[in-house]
Nanobody, 116 residues
């Protein structure tokens, strides 16, 4: 079955960096677009970034453009989110997701807290 496992979150000071990872199993990873979302306390989950199956195309939420980079390693079945110049507003639980077989699958999420 499809499994997505995020890691790499933590507490970071404003202006700092983190790299999130999402390890995928249960489907042919290299055939599917992958996405990152986030959910801040008291807010709805919002889309952050998408990467095409081959990794040659990416798109981003306006507020993270120039600061976040989505990438993937199809040999390792892993998608990454490199986050730089972090702001307190980036504090959220970050999730990866895939649309597979007509169903959306989510990981358990990883907490990112940006605070001094």
């Amino acid at each position: 079955q499809v499994q997505l496992v995020e890691s790499g979150g933590g507490l970071v000071q404003p202006g700092g960096s983190l790299r999130l990872s999402c390890a995928a199993t249960g489907f042919t990873f290299s055939s599917y677009f992958m996405r990152w979302y986030r959910q801040a306390p008291g807010k709805e989950r919002e889309w952050v970034a998408t990467i095409t199956n081959g990794g040659d195309g990416t798109s981003y939420l306006d507020s993270v453009k120039g600061r976040f980079t989505i990438s993937r390693d199809n040999d390792k079945n892993t998608v990454y989110l490199q986050m730089s110049s972090l702001k307190p507003d980036d504090t959220a639980v970050y999730y990866c997701n895939v649309l597979f077989g007509g169903k959306v699958y989510w990981g358990q999420g990883t907490q990112v807290t940006v605070s001094s």
